[in-house]
């Protein structure tokens, strides 16, 4: 079946435009996660949707950044007056009921802030 | 002190090795443990749980010891294919469905 997909797949943009990346997990999985990924770092936890339930924004860095999920399918990752140190590697990951450790990544988004 | 710490590396062995993996993390509360492996430039892929009694998934095998907050990873036989980075993986704490991500370690497989 058809796996996590991301869009775009690299985004250059300047300093201060807002930029909007969305992704699409795998039908049928409840919980959503979006991460992102600096040269050469581990995984940095930022939003997670579980179902109904208020997302878990706790690892949003700013008010720059928020996420919305439409239907409890697509997700939208939307960063606001983008900084040269938002660039990074943008990862969306789902997982099934019950497995909510076992996530499926999608293939990512690279945004570079000039 | 990093929530999760793991060397990075590199691990440079030759075909057929027996290589390991060592994590430790931080928050006695967690009670989720898992090994991601990530290609270069790649998304991670979930390798395996890591489960209380230990278990073992063909040629890996993952240990846990809660006492000392350290998981590990042993690959044996290994094969080129195996060269990625290694991730261990935590929630963060009790139930908590948020997962905290090392840094990984990374291995090449020599032929």
């Known amino acids: 079946g058809a796996g996590v997909s991301q869009s775009p797949s690299n985004k250059v943009t300047e300093k201060g435009k807002d930029v909007e990346l969305r992704c699409d997990p795998i039908?049928?999985?409840?919980?959503l996660y979006w991460y992102r990924q600096s040269l050469g770092q581990g995984l940095e936890f930022l939003i997670y949707?579980?179902?109904?339930?208020?997302?878990?924004k706790s690892g949003l860095p700013s008010d720059r950044f928020s996420a919305e999920r439409t239907g409890g399918s697509v997700s939208t990752l939307t960063i606001q007056r983008t900084q040269q140190e938002d660039s990074a590697v943008y990862l969306c990951?789902?997982?099934?009921?019950?497995?909510?450790?076992?996530?499926?990544f999608g293939p990512g988004t690279r945004l570079t802030v000039t | 002190r990093k929530e999760v710490e793991q060397d990075p590396g590199p691990f440079n062995v030759p075909e057929g090795a027996t290589v390991a993996f060592n994590c430790t993390y931080s928050?006695?509360?967690?009670?989720?443990f898992f090994w991601y492996r990530q290609d270069c430039r790649k998304e991670p892929k979930l390798l395996m749980s890591v489960y209380s009694s230990g278990n073992e998934d063909g040629r890996f095998t993952a240990q846990l010891n809660r006492a000392s907050q350290y998981i590990s990873l042993l690959i044996r036989d290994s094969k080129l294919s195996d060269s990625a980075t290694y991730l261990c993986v935590v929630n963060k704490g009790g139930s908590a469905r948020q997962l905290t991500f090392g840094s990984g370690t990374q291995l090449t497989v020599l032929p």
């Open positions: 949707f579980q179902g109904n339930s208020a997302p878990d």
């Open positions: 928050n006695s509360a967690s009670q989720s």
């Open positions: 039908s049928g999985h409840t919980a």
């Open positions: 990951a789902s997982s099934s009921q019950g497995k909510w450790g076992e996530q499926y």
